[in-house]
Structures are given as structure tokens and as C-alpha cells.
């Protein structure tokens, strides 16, 4: 498995796959082929269904810039990945390059024939069972895992990713109006955090406190604010929400929240390596699906639950999250999308209260629910997988 850093990508919105993913290629293609005169770019399956929402279009022509640049948007022919997309790149002599790209989600991308970047194999271990047998058998904890293989230098990155994360949230606090885009989406985070509310308990105040940090994270990510992929842009706002709570309602030292984040950074790698975190290939199961077991285990870690009831936290997370179907109205990450991020960050925290009384007596392992999270992702229908042809998208009519 691959460093954390590639998992924890800091980036604008509002998709790490049809945003983040194409603008990284575009500045691949120029750096490498730096006497491109025009470019020509042809979307397909997903990009091509909901990349008008995503800004899909608009991200690469931007990029390209001052290059003159053509996007097409093929809707009907099939192709090896939902996030292909084909780049045909006229040189200053006249000569045309060909290059198919994938945008294989979390802001990663592949390029037929070539190495975009050196993503070197830090984790040898391919499943939890594995990383769960080495850390027993030496005594070590998750944080202890991600330090014998990355050092002290990667929680320095993850310290710059925690300070993003908390920046959005108060970048989104302070925002009012409407988010951009035709189905005109009110920004809700501010009135949620201000709102008062006639004999409120404090576990309601606390609970409202999570959901204004979601909203912020996700109003912020579909207005194209710099976002944290935790582990895409789409499932951005679950686990910075419940750990800016966590940290203000208990004081807790900024190394340890720090720490948690490497902590279910493990669960999200292992999800990444044999599960998916792309939306048009597996659903909303593999993007906020992922996010909520991650912020589980996080947040598991923070409330100092053992080994084995992190890893019943981040099941459970993920369990109840199967079938989750990927189905943004017009294409946009603002329905349902935005609410989702809420609800799942909320979820993290049950779960983690589930696994306090529970771990003992659990018996699906993590390792089992994410194969059954791909295999049930690969059994919905395409309507459902980022298209925006199905569910919520089909039902609710947008005013172009």
C-alpha cells in the first residue's frame, strides 16, 4: 500500500475525481509536453455524465490555458474505467499525440504507458489482518504502524492536512448565500452553528455542533474551495467535522488528533488497495461509505478504544453504509451529497459508541466488509454509480 500522502490530497473542489483528477492530468501533459499548441479532450462514462456539474469542462480548459482547449462529451461509447477521458494533443509541428487518461478517483490518475508519479509501495502488508497480525506481534499501535514505515515526517504532513481541514470548516462557517449551479442550494453551515433552540440538551447542541462542521466542509468543497480528499472530495466533510468537535469540546493536544488521522488513514489505505473510494465505480458506499469507517476509526482512536475495537468501529461504519448509492441531482456534489457528509459523520460517532460495548462479541472483519463493499458496488446498476441517471438525479428535475 501507498503513502498516506496519497490518500490525504489537499486540492479545490468539488471532485477529486472529475476536478482534482483532470487538473492534475492537464498539468502532467504540460509539463511533459511543453510545445503543445491545442488541445482536444473527450470525456466519457461518468466524467462525461456529471462533468458539467463537477466542472469537469471548465477545470481542464482552465488549466490548459492560454492553450486553446476543446472538450467533447461523449456519453454513449463504453470504456475500460467510468472516469476515462482521451487528450489529443497537437505539437508546434504539426504532429498529434494521443493519450488516454484515468481518473481512478481520490485525485489519482493513470496514463496508458507512462508513470505519472512515483507512488512507491510504503506498506507491504495488502489487508488489515495482515497489519493487525505484524502490530500484535510487536506490541505496536496503528500510529505505531504508519511511523515504522513513513517516520516522523509524514505526521508533519498530516499536520498541515488537520490545519487545511480546520481551515475550510472556518472558511465555510463564515459563508451565507447560495452555492453555484442551477438547483440553488442555500449554504446552511453558519444558521446551523447559530441557531438557537428552545430547551435544547446538550447532546443536541453537540450533535448540531458536528453537523455545522460538515456543512461547512461540504458547502465549501461544492463551491470549489480548497478541501482535504478524506478520502475524496465528495466524503470530504465527514471526518473533519467529528474531529474539530472532538478537539473542542475535550482540549485534546493537537499531536493526537494528528495521530488519529494517520490511524484511519490505515483503514482508508486498505479500502483504496482492495475495496474502492471512486463514487462512479462503486457508489456513495465507496466515497462517503469509506469516510464515515475512517472517521470511526479516527475517532475510536481519540476515545482510546482497543486495537480490536478500532477495527469493529471502521466495520460497522462501513457495514451499515453498503448499498449507498452514488446519484448527485444535475451532476453537482450538493444533493445529496452535502447532507450525506452530515449524517455520516454523526454515524461515525454511533459507531463508535457500538464498538465500545461490542467489539468482543463482533464477528465481521474489516477486511470482509470492504470485499463485500466492491462486490456490491460492482453489482449496482450503472444508474447508480456517479451518472446521475438514477435515484435522487432521475426524480428531481433541474432547471437548466
Known amino acids: 500500500m501507498k503513502s498516506l500522502r496519497y490518500l490525504y490530497r489537499i486540492g479545490r473542489g468539488p471532485s477529486s475525481s472529475h476536478s482534482i483528477g483532470p487538473y492534475r492530468a492537464v498539468k502532467y501533459l504540460k509539463k511533459n509536453y511543453p510545445n503543445i499548441v491545442k488541445a482536444e479532450v473527450t470525456l466519457y462514462g461518468s466524467l462525461a455524465l456529471t462533468g458539467r456539474g463537477h466542472l469537469t469542462d471548465k477545470t481542464i480548459i482552465d488549466t490548459f490555458a492560454p492553450i486553446p482547449c476543446e472538450v467533447t462529451f461523449d456519453y454513449k461509447t463504453s470504456v475500460p474505467h467510468p472516469n476515462t477521458m482521451d487528450y489529443k494533443l497537437t505539437l508546434e509541428d504539426g504532429t498529434t499525440l494521443n493519450k488516454r487518461v484515468f481518473s481512478v478517483g481520490g485525485g489519482a490518475i493513470k496514463i496508458d504507458g507512462e508513470v505519472v508519479e512515483a507512488e512507491e509501495e510504503v506498506y507491504p502488508e495488502k489487508n488489515f489482518d495482515e497489519i493487525s497480525k505484524l502490530c500484535k506481534a510487536n506490541n505496536w499501535s496503528l500510529v505505531d504502524y504508519v511511523r515504522h514505515y513513513e517516520g516522523d515526517e509524514i505526521f508533519e504532513y498530516l499536520t498541515k492536512v488537520y490545519k487545511q481541514m480546520m481551515e475550510t470548516i472556518n472558511n465555510g462557517l463564515k459563508a451565507t448565500g447560495e ?63 467529528l474531529l474539530k468537535y472532538y478537539q473542542k469540546m475535550y482540549d485534546e493536544p493537537l499531536e493526537r488528533v494528528v495521530e488519529s488521522l494517520a490511524v484511519g488513514g490505515v483503514f482508508g489505505n486498505v ?40 477495527e469493529c468501529a471502521a466495520e460497522v461504519a462501513m457495514e451499515h453504509s453498503l448499498g449507498s448509492t452514488c446519484d448527485p441531482v444535475g451532476g453537482y456534489v450538493q444533493i445529496p451529497c452535502i447532507e450525506r457528509n452530515v449524517l455520516a459523520a454523526t454515524r461515525a460517532e454511533t459507531a463508535v459508541r457500538l464498538a465500545e460495548y461490542a467489539a468482543d462479541t463482533h464477528s465481521v472483519s474489516f477486511d470482509t466488509i470492504v470485499q463485500t463493499m466492491l462486490e456490491t458496488g460492482r453489482d449496482l446498476s450503472n444508474k447508480y454509480r456517479e451518472t446521475s441517471e438514477g435515484g435522487l438525479a432521475k426524480e428531481i428535475k433541474v432547471k437548466k
Not at 200 to 214: D, T
Request: glycine letters at 10%.
Open 179 to 241: 452555492l453555484p449551479g442551477s438547483l440553488h442550494v442555500k449554504r446552511r453551515a453558519y444558521e446551523f452553528l447559530t441557531s438557537k433552540f428552545e430547551n435544547e440538551s446538550s447532546v443536541g447542541r453537540a450533535y448540531r455542533s458536528i453537523m455545522a462542521f460538515a456543512f461547512a466542509t461540504g458547502e465549501e468543497n461544492a463551491a470549489g474551495g480548497m478541501v482535504v480528499t478524506a478520502p475524496t472530495c465528495g466524503s470530504a466533510a465527514t471526518m473533519p467535522a
Open 271 to 310: 479500502i483504496k488497495q482492495n475495496g474502492s473510494i471512486s463514487g462512479a465505480e462503486a457508489g456513495c458506499q465507496a466515497e462517503i461509505g469509506s469516510a464515515c469507517s475512517m472517521t470511526a476509526a479516527a475517532y475510536g482512536y481519540l476515545k482510546n478504544l482497543s486495537f480490536d475495537a478500532i
